[in-house]
């Protein structure tokens, strides 16, 4: 059974502000919570409607209803297990390689799916502006299936982050008018900035961008404007990766 103070916690984890006050975040389905649990995230609570779905310590377990479960869950359809996680500390940010910088990303899905990119394409590290979407928002944390468990994500000033490398490190912008990606020779160590949904990179962060890249439209007479922001890092990514 799940008590009222257990409900009421859950439920007080959808906004940030609880999470923060907390410490914690939800997480919801076998296949997420398998890869938190081996990974080594620390359990708080887990409610399931089956018995030893998972080897955890009893103190943690909560066997409960289909009902009591769709009670609590985020979802529309619950999935058979909800699982409560303590949010670990960021690590330091390895210079090393590709650091995507995301450039206040509000949209949950987008975010969840960019960190299933990182996780793809083997970037590390993932580096996001203050007001972009919490990656321990529940539905982040859905979109990315796991994949939230093998990037670094560290959230700063993207503007101080930026400035401190201006001086020995490429910093890539995607924009609208940038410089077509495809002939690039594009360097296997670089910092990608992807901006926001609908303005997409701040003037702050444009003055700091090294190299303005730009994915070409192939398509003629039609009305899009611009790409999802998740796609176009897919696209990004792959680009650098293919180099």
Known sequence: MVSKNQKKLIKSLYQKKYRKQHGL????????????????????????????????????????????????????????????FSIPKPQKINDKGITLVLDDVRDPGNLGTIIRLCDWFGIQELVCSAQTVDCFNPKVIQATMGSITRVNINYTDTVTFLQSKK???????????????????????????MGNEANGISEEIENLVNTRIAIPQFGTGQKTESLNVATATAIVLSEFKRS
């Open 25 to 84: 975040f939800v997480a919801e389905g076998k296949k997420v919570v398998r890869e938190l649990l081996d990974a080594g995230f620390a359990l708080h609570a887990l409610y399931t409607v089956e018995e030893n779905l998972f080897n955890v310590d009893d103190q943690y377990q909560y066997i409960v209803t289909e009902e009591e479960l769709k009670q609590i869950s985020f979802l529309t359809t619950s999935q058979k297990v909800l699982a409560i």
């Open 167 to 193: 001086n020995d490190a490429n910093i890539f912008g995607t924009f609208m008018d940038g410089d077509n990606i495809y002939p690039m020779q594009l360097p296997k160590q670089a910092i990608i900035v």
